[in-house]
Structure formats: C-alpha cells, structure tokens
C-alpha cells in the first residue's frame, strides 16, 4: 500500500507552511516588534528562557528596521500560506485561477525576501557567531561595521537566496510555457529551498524543550552556535528531502516503471506529458 504521491506533500508539507505563516502572523510576530510594547514584553519573556538556542535578540531586533519587517517578515508569512494553498491538488484543479494568482503572489513574495535578506546584511541583522558579532549599534539602530562585513554566514546565505530566487523563476517560467511537469519539479525545489527557515525553527524549539527539561542552560556564544547548526541541518534536510522525493517520483513513472504497472484504463491509457 503507498500514499499518493500528492497526498504525501499535503500531509507532510502542507501543515509545516501554515505553522509558519501562524509563526510569522501570530506567534511570535516578529514584525510586530518595536509596534506594541505588551508584545514586546511576551517576546522578551520568550527569548530570555535560558534553554532557548537562539541568539538573544533574534525576535526583537528588528523593532527599528520597518523596512526588513515589510520586504523578508510578513511577505514570508504570505509566501507560506500560498506554498500551503498550492499543494492541495483538488484546489489546483477547482479553482485554477486561484491557483495561479497564489502562485504569482508566491514569486513576488519570494523576490522581496531576497531584498528583505539583502537588507539584513547591509544592516549588520544576521546574527554572527561571537565575538564578530559584537558590533556597533548607530543612532538610528542600524548596526554595520567591519564585524558585520566578516560575517562567516553571509556566503552560504546568499547562495541559498541564490537558488530560492532561481527555483521561483524556473516554476514561473515553465508555468507560462505549459511545461507542468517541469513546473512541478522547480516548485516543489522552491518550496524546499524556503521550507528549511520552518524545519529551524522546529529544531530549535525541540532543542529549548530538551534543555528547559534537562534544566541546561546555554550561554549567547553557544545559542548562536546552535542557532545555525539547527540552520545548517535543515537546509540539507530540507533540499535532500525535496530531491529525494523527485527522484522516486520519477522512478515510479519511468517507462520501465510504466511497463510493469498495467494501465488503468486500456483504452484511454495515453496521458500528456505536459500535466501532473
Ligand atoms: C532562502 C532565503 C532566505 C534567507 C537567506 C533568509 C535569511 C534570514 C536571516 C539571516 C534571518 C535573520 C536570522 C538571524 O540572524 O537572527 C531571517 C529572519 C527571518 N526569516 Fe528568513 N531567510 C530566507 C527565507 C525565508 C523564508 C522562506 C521564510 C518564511 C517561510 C523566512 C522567514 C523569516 C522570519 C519570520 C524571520 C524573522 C525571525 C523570526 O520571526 O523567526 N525567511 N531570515
């Protein structure tokens, strides 16, 4: 007995996007730092467990930097929910349109990411192992310096916005020109290129569960240590996991797997190579 195919990345996927866009959206609402001092303090009272395996102000350094808030927070709680709304196969062939407007909404959202990633690098946001990461805090709250310019996790970063950036073209692309297979793969391959940010963010809170229980406590240099290995770790999880499936998927309708399989319906045995 196997899943479907479809029913798998609903089952899987599906629920991990909409954790996210309730994780941007709701809690804990990092865009809404700085905005509503109540929040603020619920924040505070969040990030100061002592287990946590996040750098301190991961939440709330964003409070003076509305910009970063506009173009990488909200627009990737949209990003989640449309990903979320992509994937339900009867929503694909019910409501096309809808479909297609998600996924235009999706590949904007997907662009201002990247600008809103941009921006945290030019801002000194990306949180640098210790002690680069001590840098300077300027009047208006942008931080930058020689710290920010060294920092060891800029490359990778950008070679991830590389290939979110290029998997969202690609779905696009091969979407306009009727291509759906091809359509499928790069927006499944998208998906998982952001779908790492909500695996995180999974780990780091089963690390904090793991540590308020065994009552350990970690010092700022080793939350960030943790912070992106648990980055680290889902990238590859994330990316590995999306390839995986893409290559069984083929596997299974390979024409060798094609032959062995009988057709459904004899007569109408043809399908278009150009659908799902
Ligand atoms: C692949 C491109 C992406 C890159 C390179 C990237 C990078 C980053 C970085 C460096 C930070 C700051 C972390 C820190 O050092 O404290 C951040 C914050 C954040 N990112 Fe991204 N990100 C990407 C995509 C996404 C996606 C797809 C989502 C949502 C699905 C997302 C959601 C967030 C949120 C919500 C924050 C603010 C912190 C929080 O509230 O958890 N990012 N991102």
């Not at 303090?41 to 509305?66: C, F, N, W």
């Not at 779905?171 to 306009?176: F, I, P, S, T, Y």
């Not at 889902?234 to 596997?251: H, M, N, Q, R």
Request: a positive charge.
């Amino acid at each position: 007995m196997h899943m479907d195919k479809d029913k798998v990345l609903v089952v899987a996927v599906a629920p991990l996007l909409l954790c996210m866009s309730g994780w941007v959206g709701l809690h804990p609402a990092s865009y809404l730092a700085g905005w509503w001092p109540a929040h603020d303090a619920i924040l505070e009272r969040l990030i100061s467990q002592p287990g946590m395996a996040t750098p301190s102000d991961v939440l709330s350094k964003y409070a003076p930097h509305t910009a970063v808030k506009l173009t990488h927070i909200l627009p990737s709680g949209v990003w989640s929910l449309c990903g979320a709304l992509q994937l339900i196969p009867r929503l694909r062939t019910a409501a096309p349109r809808l479909h297609r407007v998600s996924g235009q909404v999706m590949s904007l959202c997907s662009c201002l990411i990247v600008v809103g990633y941009a921006l945290m690098e030019v801002r000194g946001l990306v949180a640098a192992p210790l002690p680069a990461a001590a840098v300077q805090t300027g009047a208006d709250g942008v931080r930058g310096g020689a710290d920010n310019d060294a920092n060891p996790h800029h490359p990778a970063l950008r070679l991830l916005s590389a290939w979110f950036l290029l998997t969202a073209g690609a779905a696009l692309v091969q979407a306009r020109r009727g291509n759906y297979r091809a359509h499928r793969r790069w927006a499944l391959r998208h998906i998982a290129s952001g779908a790492w940010v909500i695996l995180q963010r999974l780990f780091v809170l089963g690390i904090a569960a793991w540590a308020s229980a065994a009552g350990v406590a970690f010092s700022e240099a080793r939350r960030r240590e943790l912070f992106f290995a648990a980055a680290s770790a889902a990238v590859v999880t994330s990316v590995a996991t999306a390839e995986l499936y893409l290559w069984l998927a083929a596997e299974r309708s390979s024409p060798m797997a094609a032959a062995a399989t009988p057709p459904r319906h004899p007569s109408r045995g043809k399908t278009s190579t150009k659908t799902d």
